[in-house]
């Protein structure tokens, strides 16, 4: 089990920025890739960056290419989202996502969702 606790939304003027936070515990040494995932009203969840948790590679959603950075600290065991220049169509629930099962590829544990809102 992989325990997931979200930190750092908010509510910002458009062209700020945010960061926010995914710190893990439980079965740590199994997670293979960190997500991050955001929903906004009346959407469907949408991918936003992702990042491997031992090599540390990272992939983006091409609207937040430039603007967002995902990282991670892996003796705290925390992901971080970095996210600057926001747009009012950033605003949504963010979610991080543990894939810890192989063969990997499915997010198999979630957090509980940090509200950004980005105001024009």
């Known amino acids: 089990q992989v325990q997931l606790v979200e930190s750092g939304g908010g509510l910002v003027q458009a062209g700020g920025s945010l960061r926010l936070s995914c710190a893990a515990s439980?079965?740590?040494?199994?997670?293979?890739?960190m997500g991050w995932f955001r929903q906004a009203p009346g959407k469907e969840r949408e991918f936003v960056a992702r990042?491997?948790?031992?090599?540390?590679?990272?992939y983006y959603r091409d609207s937040v290419k430039g603007r967002f950075t995902t990282s991670r600290d892996n003796a705290q065991n925390t992901a971080y989202l970095q996210m600057n220049s926001l747009k009012p169509e950033d605003t949504a629930v963010y979610y991080c996502a543990a894939d810890t099962n192989f063969p990997y590829g499915q997010y198999d544990y979630w957090g509980q969702g940090t509200q950004v809102t980005v105001s024009s």
């Open positions: 439980g079965r740590t040494a199994s997670i293979y890739d």
């Open positions: 990042i491997r948790w031992s090599a540390g590679t990272t």
